[in-house]
């Protein structure tokens, strides 16, 4: 044998035995191929972030002659906003923050007595309109003060942060209404048979501390078939840094009808409500494929089949490269022979 058909040989043997050593190493027991994973990157929240858009962030002199300021400002429905004042001289004042909406709804949502020891008050404020919102501020001082007023929205929507990130792509249902005393509003939802839903509801627009900021909740859920289902009978509503929730599970599939009346002792009050798709009750029935069945035969794993037969076909192939190899050599010699 020369050279070049030596080295073609033991090229062939190689390819072989590498052939036969990923067989047996790619292949597990399960005949799953493994593949190393890749890191994964982070997780958005829907359009939540921990960002914030401010809207204004200044410092300003209340005298007595000049103890009032207004802002008008233009707000996006449903999301957050945070209201913030701090006084920042060694002094001390009475402060009424007064809010009215695109739709010039009244809202009282600040009264307290603030002092430069007290650091900053934060007020929430959650928009059930967009437009234009006009925020008043007013001081009652003994001395000439300076405060700093900060006014935000935050880059999260009304209840979004009660709601947790896992459940944000299952919500089938979300709202902002502002509400009046017996005030009543009805939805119609879609729900799907044999599955739980979330229910969340709370107030997101603050009430000043000098007026009631009581509110109760009247809350039924009518079935494709019209029966009644009384969920709250004027409970408690939640405040603006809590949230009602309860789960309703769901018999038949169809169109739901959703009814809340809000009872309150101011003249408007801003209140946030969702609904989350909480998965099946039931587990599925198991489909034939899924079924174990014991019996003789036997299968084995694609790919385990693919590198066997690969490993094979290349031990059979330098088998018979050897045979023939062997047997040229053996022609070769007889022919020197009869020479």
Known sequence: MDIKK?????????????????????????????????????????GVHTSSHEYICKVFTFTHTKDTYTFSINL?????????????????????????DSSNREFQIFYTYISQADGEFSVPFGTAVAGNHTFMFRATVE?????????????????????????????????VTCFSDEFFISHEVYFRTDRSYKFYIGRVSSISMNLSGKGSVIYNIF??????????????????????????????????????????????????????????????????????????????????GLYTVIGAGAIAGALVLVVVHYRKKSDLGLKIKEK
Not at 259 to 264: A, E, F, S, V
Request: net charge negative; hydrophobic share 40%.
């Open 6 to 46: 030596r080295k073609t040989f033991y090229i062939l043997i190689l390819i072989g035995g590498l052939s036969i050593f990923i067989s047996v190493h790619i292949n597990r027991d399960d005949g799953s191929l493994t593949i190393p994973s890749q890191p994964l990157g982070s997780l958005t929240s829907n």
């Open 76 to 100: 996006l429905r449903t999301y957050m906003h945070t209201i913030a004042v701090t006084v920042v001289t060694p002094h001390s004042c009475y402060m009424n923050i007064t809010l009215w």
């Open 143 to 175: 001395e000439n003060l300076n405060i700093k007023i900060k006014i935000f929205r935050e880059d999260v929507n009304c209840l979004y942060d009660k709601i947790s990130q896992q459940e944000y792509g299952n919500i089938v249902f979300y709202e």
């Open 223 to 304: 079935d494709p078939n019209a029966i009644p289902f009384a969920i709250y009978k004027n409970d408690t509503l939640a405040s603006v840094a809590s949230v009602n929730i309860f789960s309703f599970g769901t018999a038949i599939e169809g169109t739901y009808t959703v009814g809340i009346r809000i009872h309150c002792e101011v003249e408007w009050m801003n209140v946030a409500y969702a609904i989350v798709d909480n998965g099946p009750i039931c587990n599925p029935p198991p489909s034939d494929d899924n079924q174990t069945s014991i019996s003789n035969n036997f299968s084995i794993p694609i790919d385990l």
